[in-house]
């Protein structure tokens, strides 16, 4: 199974800054990766497909990098929406699997 | 517009059988493979199990295989988890999701039901 090892598992910022998120796989897996937001209490958010690409309707402050192994997802200035839990995902293969998720929260 | 609806969730014994439903609408539900994911309450998202389109192909995680079966239902747009012998580590929110490979990948995400397995 590929594992996905997604760092910082937290970390704390304020509105306007700018956020890194990181994805390992430990094999490459082309671009073959999605992010996700999840605020409590709700259903994840498909933010980012194809490793880059901005799924319809979500701001443009968010951008996803990387091919391979090594992934990002930048939020270029925070918002506070944006405080939730993030998660990668790889479809390269079966079973799937999830990063741990990023708990990014208020400063 | 899309929609996917779980239902099934509860209170169950262990050793119980149970079958989680989602009920699907606004899309070609024959197009596209569908997906379980699994929340433990203060945890991570746990991939479980896909069927693609055709209702043959299957997937299980590891933890799941041999003890959930997924189908799916083409008449009704329906997905279905059977899930058997019951323990307490299947106390989750389960979420059914849609699509595989890009650009669809978990491309729209139900509301979720919960499960909770207790004696």
């Known amino acids: 199974d590929i594992q996905m090892t997604q760092s910082p598992s937290s970390l704390s910022a304020s509105v306007g800054d700018r956020v890194t998120i990181t994805c390992r796989a430990s094999q490459a897996i082309r671009n073959d990766l999605v992010w996700f937001q999840q605020r409590p209490g709700k259903a994840p958010k498909r933010l980012i497909f194809a490793a880059s690409s901005l799924q319809s309707g979500v701001p443009s402050r968010f951008s996803g990098s990387g091919s391979g192994t090594e992934f990002t997802l930048t939020i270029s200035s925070l918002q506070p929406e944006d405080f939730a839990t993030y998660y990668c995902l790889q479809h390269n293969t079966y079973p799937r699997t999830f990063g741990q998720g990023t708990k990014v929260e208020i400063k | ?119």
């Open chain 2, 1 to 119: 517009q899309v929609q996917l609806v779980e239902s099934g969730g509860g209170v169950f014994q262990p050793g119980r059988s149970l079958r989680l439903s989602c009920a699907t609408s606004g899309f070609n539900f024959h197009n596209y493979a569908m997906h379980w994911v699994r929340q433990a309450p203060g945890k991570g998202l746990e991939w479980v199990a896909v069927v693609w389109f055709d209702g043959i192909k299957k997937y299980y995680a590891d933890a799941v295989q041999g003890r959930f079966n997924i189908s799916r239902d083409s008449s009704r747009e329906t997905i279905n988890l059977q899930i058997n012998s019951l323990r307490v580590e299947d106390t989750a929110v389960y979420y059914c999701a849609r699509g595989t490979g890009s650009p669809s990948e978990h491309d729209f995400w139900g509301q979720g039901t919960l499960l909770t397995v207790s004696s």
